[in-house]
């Protein structure tokens, strides 16, 4: 049987994960951008092929780079699938401390945070992991609310935007670009304020929790 943890203990977890968060996001935000960058000139490559701008009878050299633009795509990944990875595991901290603080929440911890990984369920059952380990008529919600939506769209910027450069309109690259990038800086931003917000509310309320139950 695993005993109960003291309720400081989840604290300085929780915050110790919130560090390691904290990077995922700024990560998470470098590697989106990297690979939107990395893409345009993909779509670019891929595009003048396609119109017949570049030579075929020189069309090695230009293969070769397309391939290497391609690997570096992917290899942007990494840092946002180790990044995603430090939020999920603070989200599991957050959701035990919330549990020890007796905040009612819609699932298991465990099963709350293994959702992240679940097809569908996975555009908001995490988020209800993060924002149940609040107290309802916080205003942090609100910032957790702002955050996910904002992460969400981030997330399908980079596919929609490397769409439209291999089918869509040339005169929306630049901008569809412009717009993603904003969008991502915006997303890493929010993140890195709202995963505050949580652990903070939390940490208050392991010290006083009379105090931080009667606060909004």
């Known amino acids: 049987m695993t005993a109960v943890q ?22 998470i935000t470098a590697g989106f951008i990297a690979y939107l960058l990395l893409l ?16 075929p009878a020189g069309g090695l050299g230009a293969d070769a780079l397309r391939f290497a633009v391609g690997l570096g795509a992917i290899a942007c990944y990494l840092p946002v699938m180790l990044g995603f990875g430090a939020i999920v ?28 990984f679940i097809p569908v369920v996975n555009f908001w059952w995490p988020y209800e992991v993060i924002v149940d380990s609040l ?3 916080i205003r942090g919600r609100y910032w957790v609310l702002t ?3 904002l992460w969400q769209v981030a997330l399908y910027v980079a596919p929609i935007h490397f769409l439209n450069g291999l089918f869509g309109w040339p005169s929306l690259d ?26 903070r509310w939390h940490v208050r309320a392991i010290a006083n929790p009379v105090a931080a139950f009667g606060s909004n």
């Not at 345009?40 to 030579?55: H, K, Q």
């Open 6 to 27: 003291p309720i400081e203990v989840l604290g300085d977890r929780e915050r110790s994960a919130l560090r390691w968060a904290r990077v995922g996001v700024v990560a």
């Open 40 to 55: 345009y000139a993909l779509a670019r490559f891929v595009r003048a092929r396609i119109d017949n701008d570049l030579d």
């Open 89 to 116: 595991y603070w989200s599991y901290r957050a959701a035990c401390t919330g549990n020890a603080l007796g905040i009612p929440a819609r699932r298991e911890v465990v099963f709350g945070v293994a959702s992240w």
């Open 135 to 137: 107290p309802k008529g």
């Open 147 to 149: 955050w996910w939506i």
């Open 174 to 199: 630049q901008a569809l670009l412009v717009t993603a990038i904003v969008v991502l800086i915006g997303s890493g931003g929010l993140g890195w304020v709202a995963l505050g917000i949580v652990t």
